[in-house]
């Protein structure tokens, strides 16, 4: 059984902060005076509060409009899907989201019509938006996830474009002995690059900078 010990002024006001901390209505309860209030002499010398000890009464449920919210750990992934939504309906867009489950992340699929707005150059725009939805969707979660955006596929499309560069860059940099730095990438398009080329023989790939200027460059192998 549930039961606290709180101290007021009076018997009354002591049961009722009992009553808020334990959510419950008076009639689920039984309390029980631990001290009477007294009043203090010439009003400030020895005067007592009163104590009670309010406890839940036995097999009795708490209702489920006494539970505070707070109580109730909200889900990571639906509270980012939340935020999105919030952010498409506030720019006008008409999208459909998909939840997509994997081992380490969650992808949020999205469709529709003119969403180019959410991709931005390179997807610029989309990894700003990824970052504010895991941010959003981790904020009060004492488990952390990974939450990965995507639009109309665009992530396999820069994956591919993104490999096929490495490619052509790569025999360039065998046919002019030069090595070549690419554009600024995030550490997700850096680690395709990465990717693409690491089982090459004659080149060897590394970063260098710092974000969000951190670029690959691509160099013959000594």
Do not use: W
């Not at 901390?21 to 009639?27: C, I, K, W």
């Not at 940099?173 to 030069?178: A, D, I, P, Q, T």
């Not at 600024?184 to 680690?191: D, G, V």
């Not at 900078?209 to 192998?221: C, E, M, Q, S, T």
């Amino acid at each position: 059984m549930k039961s606290v010990e709180k101290s007021a002024k009076t018997v009354d006001e002591a049961v009722e902060l009992a009553l808020t901390e334990l959510g419950v209505a008076r009639d689920r309860v039984d309390y029980e005076i631990v001290e009477q209030p007294t009043k203090a002499f010439l009003g400030f010398i020895g005067g007592k509060l009163a104590r009670v000890k309010v406890t839940v009464k036995p097999d009795d449920v708490v209702p489920t409009d006494h539970i505070s919210a707070e109580t109730i750990p909200a889900d990571p992934v639906e509270v980012g899907m939340e935020f999105l939504r919030k952010i498409c309906d506030t720019m006008n867009l008409s999208v459909t989201i998909t939840k997509i489950p994997s081992d380490d992340f969650v992808t949020f699929s999205m469709k529709g019509n003119d969403l180019g707005s959410l991709i931005g150059k390179h997807g610029q725009t989309l990894d700003s938006l990824q970052y504010l939805v895991n941010l959003a969707a981790n904020r009060d979660s004492s488990e952390r996830v990974r939450i990965i955006l995507d639009v109309e596929d665009y992530r396999k499309r820069r994956a591919d474009t993104l490999t096929q560069l490495a490619l052509r860059l790569a025999d360039r940099v065998k046919r002019s002995g030069e090595k070549i730095a690419l554009e600024p990438m995030n550490s997700h398009e850096r680690k395709i690059i990465h990717i693409a080329l690491q089982n090459d023989r004659r080149v060897s790939t590394y970063s260098e900078g710092n974000d969000p200027y951190r670029k690959v460059v691509i160099a013959l192998k000594k």
